[in-house]
């Protein structure tokens, strides 16, 4: 089963490419200046998928708690045209992760969006961190996507959870889902 899994995420991870490379065509990416700061705001249209499609097709899956936020700015918009882009890095400290398959203390995941030496990239459609929040990440890695060679959270927002009073809270459950249901959900 295993191999079976490993296989079917290599083929997916590739299809991902491909349409993630495809869908940069589709973003909407629109800079505004300000006397105090360039504004870019990235929009797009994704596909929903189900927190198991999103655990299935995942790398990893991973449990911790963000320990470091790093925001930094790419102005030559090496991924995004000519535009300056502001990426977050979000450093976990991993207390488990539910694949088995990832062995480090830490992770580091690259979100799209931050204000940083006077630039500001919005994105509705990724993830955003805040110090010392428990959360359940969705893993992805493709050296080809707009996140560049870096990890990733797969399927943006719907691939971070909040863990928060024993409850997971993220897209698929706005309102919260029992810790050990939503764990026993993504490990069938």
Same mark, same amino acid.
């Given at each position: 089963m295993i191999y079976i899994r490993r296989k079917n995420s290599i083929v997916f991870t590739s299809i991902m490419a491909i349409i993630a490379i495809i869908s940069i065509a589709s973003l909407s990416i629109d800079t505004t200046y300000t006397s105090h700061r360039v504004v870019t705001t990235v929009d797009g249209l994704q596909d929903p998928f189900s927190v198991e499609e999103i655990a299935d097709r995942s790398l990893y899956i991973i449990?911790? &708690?963000?320990?470091? #936020?790093? @925001?930094?700015? %790419?102005?030559? $918009?090496?991924?995004?045209?000519?535009?300056?882009? +502001?990426? &977050?890095?979000?450093? #976990?400290? @991993?207390?488990? %992760?539910?694949? $088995?398959?990832?062995?480090?203390?830490?992770?580091? +995941?690259? &979100?799209?969006?931050? #204000?940083?030496?006077?630039?500001?990239?919005?994105?509705?459609?990724?993830?955003?961190?805040?110090?010392?929040?428990?959360?359940?990440?969705?893993?992805?890695?493709?050296p080809e996507s707009e996140m560049g060679d870096n990890y990733f959270v797969y399927g943006n927002n719907m691939g971070k959870y909040l863990l928060k009073d024993g409850v997971a809270i993220g897209s698929d459950y706005p309102e919260g889902l029992n810790e050990t249901q939503f764990f026993s959900n993504i490990r069938q």
């Open positions: 449990k911790g &708690t963000v320990k470091d #936020i790093k @925001v930094f700015v %790419d102005e030559k $918009g090496e991924r995004f045209g000519d535009k300056p882009i +502001v990426f &977050t890095d979000a450093v #976990i400290a @991993v207390e488990e %992760d539910l694949t $088995g398959k990832y062995t480090e203390k830490e992770i580091t +995941v690259r &979100t799209l969006g931050g #204000i940083s030496e006077g630039y500001e990239t919005q994105s509705f459609m990724h993830p955003k961190f805040e110090q010392n929040e428990q959360v359940v990440l969705f893993v992805g890695y493709e």
